[in-house]
């Protein structure tokens, strides 16, 4: 016998008016997780699609987007249901509750928990080493970063950091198509980026198509991804705040697309 390794198969499934929930399904042990879910339908219509059993029911925070068809799903499915300890309270009801630094398992893949405040104080990110993938929701997004409604900048810009310290050949599993929107901003902070430039064509290009932008790969959000790059001298000096720490031109450039 050949020594062989299944990579685990991640499935986006759109949601909603622009959500998107994902699927991993761990071909060894026949295991299935969904990351999200903000209604039960087009999740069972792509389970059954595909003749998976969905084992488990991952959540990244508490917003209704991301959580309001999980007890249809769960009734529908007798999944486990993971989502963060912190925000216990206001979450569907948790069979495992998690926070930072927890390794937990879908069938044989170890899923690392990255506390990601900034969106929400309980955001919780998940990394899958085996499917080099992260589920990210409403923290790092494609070409941009969720609004700040509970943390601070300066926590934002650490749970970015976090994000940004994985592979670079990561794929981003974000929760929304809002990239379009986002990369006309992007372009307003690093007008001369030209990575940037290229993406926003092909950014263009896909939605054009009705073809999804995420997910997306580490590497190009840390090449053109504003949020991601205050750290960035160029971008400093262009926004008058030289020699500032990233922090403060991160929380220049969240409150300027707010304004967008
Ligand atoms: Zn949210
Ligand atoms: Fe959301």
């Given at each position: 016998m050949p020594d062989t390794q299944v990579s685990p198969e991640i499935v986006t499934v759109a949601c909603l008016a622009d959500n998107y929930a994902f699927l991993v399904h761990d071909h060894l042990s026949g295991a299935t997780a969904v990351f999200d879910?903000?209604?039960?339908a087009p999740i069972m219509a792509a389970l059954a699609a595909r003749g998976w059993q969905l084992s488990d029911i991952v959540i990244t925070h508490h917003h209704g987007d991301h959580i309001d068809g999980v007890a249809e799903l769960r009734a529908a499915t007798g999944a486990k249901v993971w989502g963060a300890r912190a925000d216990a309270h206001r979450l569907?009801?948790?069979d495992h509750a998690l926070a930072e630094g927890d390794r937990v398992a879908i069938g044989q893949l170890v899923v690392h928990v990255i506390d990601v405040p900034?969106?929400?104080?309980g955001h919780v990110a998940y990394h899958l080493p085996a499917a080099k993938a992260v589920f990210t929701a409403d923290s790092l997004m494609a070409l941009g970063c969720g609004r700040l409604f509970e943390g601070s900048a300066a926590q934002m810009w650490d749970s970015l950091q976090k994000l940004a310290a994985?592979?670079?050949d990561t794929l981003v599993c974000s929760g929304h198509e809002y990239t379009a929107s986002n990369a006309r901003f992007a372009l307003t902070i690093e007008p001369d980026n030209p990575a940037l430039i290229s993406r926003c064509e092909e950014i263009a290009s896909a939605r054009a198509a009705n073809r999804?932008?995420?997910?997306?790969i580490l590497a190009t959000e840390l090449a053109t991804n504003p949020f991601l790059r205050a750290n960035q001298s160029g971008i400093a000096q262009r926004l008058g705040?030289?020699?500032?720490e990233p922090a403060v031109v991160f929380a220049r450039i969240r409150s300027l697309k707010d304004s967008f």
């Open positions: 879910v903000p209604e039960a569907p009801p948790l900034g969106h929400t104080v994985l592979p670079p999804p932008t995420v997910p997306s705040l030289d020699g500032q």
